[in-house]
């Protein structure tokens, strides 16, 4: 049986405020973990008024407070943008405070701009392509084997479950490499999917942490009563993605019918081609979707995105997507 989770860039409605989308994602997380979801995980970004992530393991901390039992984690934390030895402390603080219930997905992505990037670590000195040390200087500080001659404090010995994230190849090299799980990030960069998923298998080391791979991919699900009404739905997250292809990220606006159409042929076959890996329909619909997604992949696991503007809608489609995956269940 697949596994399914929520991906959550806890984002900042037009006329509403960070503390309203804080509430909101509270919501969110204790109406999935009510609805069997496995994990409820927070993206770091910076510098953009439509999201407010930004300090992801506080977020982490809001969320788990507010739930008892469902993991919670970072869908993740970009870390280049961090010392290895202060997310150490981060997350060890997390694991004391919530034993057992927290993830940690790495990314070597910026989440943000160059000139945002500057400003969060100061300088650029922190090289991306020094990511695959730094996972493992993160490796050791939880294992608290020495090797850096620095104990985290919080960290040593924590139970912090460690993820690698993708969008390209890399990712799913290093997490075979190293014998953790992958999660690609296929609702908004789908490209490389299959590619992705075939090398990290192919090449797993069983290691510690994982016996065998254990592959997650992202996949947008807008879930209503009618096809129309999903469609309508999703509309608030397209307009996101074209504000931020066109270099004017904002608030998530209020849904618009037919905006695809609204967008002329180019606009709408580069949606297309971005929200790929989506199902936006009926519960029927929602279901056909995702099991031919399953079928075509083998993922082990769905991390299932699709924020709307309306918290009622997405509390809905949150339960429509549970009873999918249950009754897919039932089916297999």
Not at 99 to 108: A, F, S, T, V, Y
Not at 186 to 204: K, N, V
Not at 245 to 256: H, I
Request: glycine share 10%.
């Amino acid at each position: 049986m697949t596994q399914y989770s929520i991906h959550d860039l806890v984002p900042v409605r037009e006329g509403g405020t960070v503390a309203t989308a804080l509430a909101d994602t509270a919501a969110y997380a204790r109406q999935a973990e009510a609805h069997g979801y496995s994990r409820y995980w927070i993206a770091e970004h910076h510098g953009m008024p439509g999201i407010a992530g930004g300090a992801t393991s506080v977020v982490i901390g809001h969320v788990a407070a507010a739930t008892s039992r469902i993991r919670v984690g970072a869908g993740g934390i970009m870390l280049p943008n961090h010392a290895p030895l202060v997310v150490a402390e981060q997350f060890g603080t997390l694991d004391a405070l919530f034993p057992g219930r927290i993830d940690l997905g790495l990314g070597r992505a910026p989440g943000s701009d160059q000139r945002t990037a500057r400003a969060l670590r100061r300088s650029l000195e922190s090289d991306p392509n020094g990511f695959p040390n730094d996972v493992m200087e993160l490796q050791s500080y939880f294992a608290d084997d020495g090797q850096t001659g620095i104990r985290a404090v919080p960290g040593a010995g924590a139970d912090v479950a460690i993820w690698i994230l993708g969008s390209s190849l890399f990712g799913a090299q290093l997490a075979a490499m190293l014998g953790l799980p992958y999660a690609f990030a296929s609702h908004f960069a789908p490209d490389a999917l299959d590619q992705a998923i075939a090398i990290y298998r192919r090449d797993f080391r069983p290691s510690a942490a994982l016996e065998r791979p254990h592959v997650m991919a992202g996949f947008n699900v807008f879930a209503a009563d009618t096809d129309e009404e999903a469609r309508y739905l999703a509309s608030s997250m397209e307009q996101s993605f074209v504000a931020l292809r066109t270099g004017n990220p904002g608030k998530m606006q209020p849904p618009v019918r037919d905006y695809r159409a609204s967008l002329g042929p180019q606009g709408a076959a580069m949606l297309e081609q971005v929200l790929s890996c989506s199902a936006i329909g009926s519960p029927a619909t929602v279901r056909r979707e995702i099991a031919a997604f399953v079928e075509r992949t083998g993922v082990d696991e769905l991390m299932i995105a699709g924020a709307t503007y309306d918290p009622e809608a997405r509390l809905r489609s949150i339960a429509l997507t549970a009873e999918a995956m249950q009754e897919l269940k039932l089916a297999a």
